[in-house]
């Protein structure tokens, strides 16, 4: 603004000034965004969520026998690669 003034560029003033009021606006609305989901879902600290209630590891849900048949069912839906 202080260029333009200084210039004499007086046509372009207010378009120049409605520009940053509407940049300035929008990052203000993208900051207030992610700042009030931020807090809205923010995790619990007293939650591990990769822990089980008796702190045993999500990893090991399944019996070796669910992985094999996982993996048949996975295998059932594989492509296959032509040489």
Partial sequence: MAF?????ELV?????????VAVLTMAF???W????L???NAASPTVNYLRMPDRS????EYSPLQREQM???LA???VPQSV
């Fill in 57 to 60: 590891s999500r990893c090991d």
């Fill in 4 to 8: 333009d003034l200084y210039v004499g």
């Fill in 76 to 78: 059932a839906f594989a």
């Fill in 29 to 31: 609305v993208t900051w």
């Fill in 71 to 73: 993996a048949a069912k």
């Fill in 33 to 36: 965004t992610f700042k009030s």
């Fill in 38 to 40: 931020s807090l809205k």
């Fill in 12 to 20: 372009f003033i207010g378009y120049n000034m409605i520009g940053h």
